[in-house]
DNA sequence: AGCACGCCGACT
DNA sequence: GTCGGCGTGCTC
């Protein structure tokens, strides 16, 4: 008996709706070759269009006799993903919707990834005559002939599919292909996904090039634009141009077409090195480090696996408890992992890590070089590297025998991915913990109030360090009422209190940091006659303004214009709304002229100066005021640094959603600790429109437990996190009433599920549709249920099914919809 | 999603 | 007659 192996295989091709194994036949001379985790080539559908693949299993039987197709290429010569990867794929896909492939592209990096070319050539021992017989009367079949002959016999898909515009190509390459005129030949090559930036430079001297565009300057202000801020510069990125001149990537093809400017690909380099560092020694630990380690360690040598709270006030040594944990786990034969919010923003960790171990430490993060990645995965992978240091996506790097998994800043929103895989950093790590009986900790000074309830409620182990390394004294905290200072006739955005505090900083010769968050960075443009703020074309959001570049600016789609002088809807004066931090940094050189302020937010950083740049000016060349947005927040330690003000801390409180107060609590908390970290106790100014809120006023003293106690209090009454997970089903579409239908026909589904609910206890709750926080983007419009209930395999697996169903239903077509547990948004 | 198949109207 | 428009159903 003939015997046939079977390979089963998670395709790239596949949308949600469709995603399954799909079963392949491993011709001979590909066997053994071809095995679990092996990525291969595999004709897909009616078109039998070539589609990369990964081998989930072999087997030597399959559930459909009739037509099975053949793998055509392997594309590893080893797995790209262990038994447990694949496994853990699986889980992916299970836990956050998405199809398995889109979990294998969030665990591999990019430097492993094929890009796959279609093209078709003209068969051995054809010539041109007996192929334009084959082509008969058929006008596309010869235009594509037309095409192949003139390139030398073999043409992309892509270019055939552009000669015919917006004609099918495929019935006249399938006419072709059958009579055995062309082949089709897929080629799969190594090396994208490097971080590539196109660049602009001047192909001509200045005057000349100057004096070409001058005559246009009225037909094509933007050309002339270009070509102006080109001068200056020489060369320049073309998305820096286009921001700062508001022209489009056309116009600079133009130019580059007339021979004005030259384009060019250049890789976008920013490695964060950790340069030569000295090997450190282990690290001292005070009585309560101590004890937290001792506890923790304990944890990560028993059997069973357990997930850890480490709840440590800023500045309490949290790192030497980490890096003792690791020494113990790498000594045990087991490797660690440390995941951080944000690698560029703490340099320094880098530093101490290296200083640790060395070679043994393997850092991934998305601003790695897709080589630099790779290699750095590699040297993971085959075990040389036992320490992995990285942000989000590093929770899935290949380490053998993992023992300890470190969550840094457990709270912090970048461990949630905005993107599908819509994947939790830490639900993964508890994953991997759980299934290799390793330990998990969660650090953080102001735990999210998920894991604080956990932690309390024993399902998690609780570690503490409560105090202050160095025993510094907490910053004096000053709430100051805005509303009182606008009675007051102060109309500017510095309170009286925060000027006193800054010229008495002035005066030491001591440094500040002022802070605005996101959403007070950003100023909008009203008019003061009819109150028209301009608004996207595109998206259903206020356009704000740039300094930098004196245009309005979308931040969902990248739409620019430039600043009108006149309100376009009346002709009334406008108005900026706002504060802003260019606007608090010409306040602050009016209150205290000759001062050097230093402000740091989007609009300044760009090409010529990354922040590091700027913080280390700013420690270096002790400029006295600093004024940024939430960048400034984070890891920075100052030594001179004993004044912190935040501008407008109220304002990260309304947004509509259920974590508003915990992350204006720990933002705040974070920025008050900013102050004093040297020998001098420090001072901290927080200015308010709510100066009896409860967040503002616990956050104030530092005072986390009141805070957890009142904020879990509401979460019970609301059934939000922990008591309930929220499942947010979104559904986007050009058309807003198909979008509201699909919606509501969810609805009902879910509707007649929960109405069959056995009893009224933890009944599940829908809400919706409602359209989501930005209604509309790109045109596209979206609207959200959300169902509030017990994340259990039963309900995953009912949304699974209600989703693949809603988005195959032809009443849904152009409306795509998607799920995201416990979103961040 | 992307492709083929099949059924209808417009035009050589 | 046939080319090409779009609705329908399937993908190992």
Known sequence: MEHVSIARVALAAATYAIDRPYDYQIPQELEGRAAPGVRVIVPFGAGNRRTEGLILALTDETRLEKKIKAVLTVLDDAPVLGVDGIKLALWVRDRFFCTVYDAARAMLPAGLWFSIQDSYRVAESVDRERSYDAAGRSDHARRILDLIWAAGGSAELGQIRAALGTKDPNPALRQLTEQGILVLETSASRGVGDKTEQVAALALPAEEALALVTPKRKTAPLRYAVVELLCGLGSAASKEICYFTGASPATLRALAKSGILTLEKREVFRRVSAGEVEPAAPPVLNQEQQTAFLHLDALARAEKPAVALLYGVTGSGKTQVYISLIRAALDRGESAMVLVPEIALTPQLLRIFSAHFGENIAVLHSSLRAGERYDEWKRVRSGRARVVLGTRSAVFAPLKDLGLIILDEEQEASYKSENTPRYHARDVAKYRCARNGGLLVLGSATPSIETMYLAKSGVYHMVTLSRRYNEHALPHVFVTDMKEALRSGNGTSISARLH?????????????????????????????????????????????????????????CGHSERLPDHCPECGGALNFIGVGTQKVQEELESLFPGVEVLRMDTDTISASQSHEALLSRFEKEKIPILVGTQMVAKGLDFENVTLVGVIAADLALYVDSFRAAERTFSLLTQVVGRAGRGGKTGRAVIQTYTPDNDVIRYAASQDYDSFFEQEIDLRRLMEYPPFRDLFVLTASGLNEASVLRACQQLRRSLEQWIAAWPSPENRPRLLGPAPAAVAKVNHRYRYRLTLMCQNTKEVRGLLAQMLRAANSDKENRGVSIFADVNPYD
């Open 500 to 556: 006193r505090e800054l010229a008495s900083n002035l005066e030491r010769g001591e440094q500040s940091i002022l802070f605005l968050n996101r959403r007070g960075a950003s100023r909008m443009v009203s008019c003061g006659e009819c109150g028209a703020v301009p608004t996207c074309p595109r998206c259903s959001v206020h356009l704000t303004y740039h300094s930098a570049n004196g245009r309005l600016m979308c931040h969902h």
